[in-house]
């Protein structure tokens, strides 16, 4: 099946640490997309990706780091400069000439205790 | 730049009711327009898109949208509501300059749609 996938779902860390989510596809798109959604504040853009070893700071991306050493996959690493990390993250995807339209992974749930 | 506003954060219908979600949006170019809803703890799946071909568009699960210019509106409509879809709304619009779009999506705060027995 083809998909976008994140993992974990639920994802648990103390204050202070650094912690790493992922986001895989298999879809062949080239581009991909990091949000953080919080309740009543719709998603947030914290970082994207055109193509392979290029990225972009979104509007949000203080205190998150990202890579994008391959097609398929595409990181987020939540900082422990991030003041408040506890949130929903979402990744997406996009094919190059598919229009706007972006594809949804199922969420990574991060509470930081 | 391009903004989108979902005029109200929570709508309650009745089961087999008909369903209004309304969305305003601002842009200087011809804008893609987009419904995605999210269950509780998923992610967002695609309803429906607006890309200038139609005014009226037609999205999965009974939904539909209609692109008003004159307005600058994009509300989503369905006949008769249904337990099932219960969850949340939002509208988005693609963000474009004068090179085109560049592919990110900006969107609005949400709509969360309660459906009563």
């Known amino acids: 099946d083809g998909g976008i996938t994140q993992s974990p779902k639920y994802l648990f860390r103390k204050e202070g640490q650094n912690v790493t989510l992922s986001c895989e596809q298999n879809?062949?798109?080239?581009?991909m997309y990091w949000y953080r959604q919080d309740p009543g504040q719709g998603l947030r853009l914290i970082y994207y990706s055109q193509i392979v070893n290029d990225f972009q700071k979104g509007d949000i991306a203080e205190g998150y780091s990202v890579s994008r050493e391959k097609k398929e996959s595409f990181p987020l690493t939540v900082t422990s400069a991030q003041k408040n990390p506890t949130a929903f993250y979402l990744c997406?995807?996009?094919?190059?000439?598919?229009?706007?339209?972006?594809?949804f992974g199922p969420g990574t749930r991060l509470t930081v205790l | 730049a391009q903004s989108v506003t979902q005029l109200d954060s929570h709508v309650s219908v009745s089961e087999g009711t008909p369903v209004l979600l309304r969305c305003n949006y601002s842009s200087s170019y011809s804008p893609s327009l987009f419904w995605y809803v999210q269950h509780p703890n998923k992610g967002l799946q695609l309803l429906l898109k607006?890309?200038?071909?139609?005014?009226l568009v037609k999205g999965i699960n009974g939904f539909e949208a209609e692109f008003k210019k004159s307005e600058t509106s994009f509300h989503l409509t369905k006949p008769s509501a249904h337990m099932s879809d219960a969850a949340e709304y939002f509208c988005v619009v693609s963000e474009e300059n004068y090179g085109g779009s560049q592919g990110n999506l900006i969107f609005g705060k949400g709509t969360k749609l309660s459906v009563k027995p």
């Open positions: 879809l062949n798109h080239d581009a």
């Open positions: 607006y890309t200038s071909a139609a005014t």
């Open positions: 997406a995807s996009r094919p190059r000439g598919g229009g706007d339209t972006q594809y």
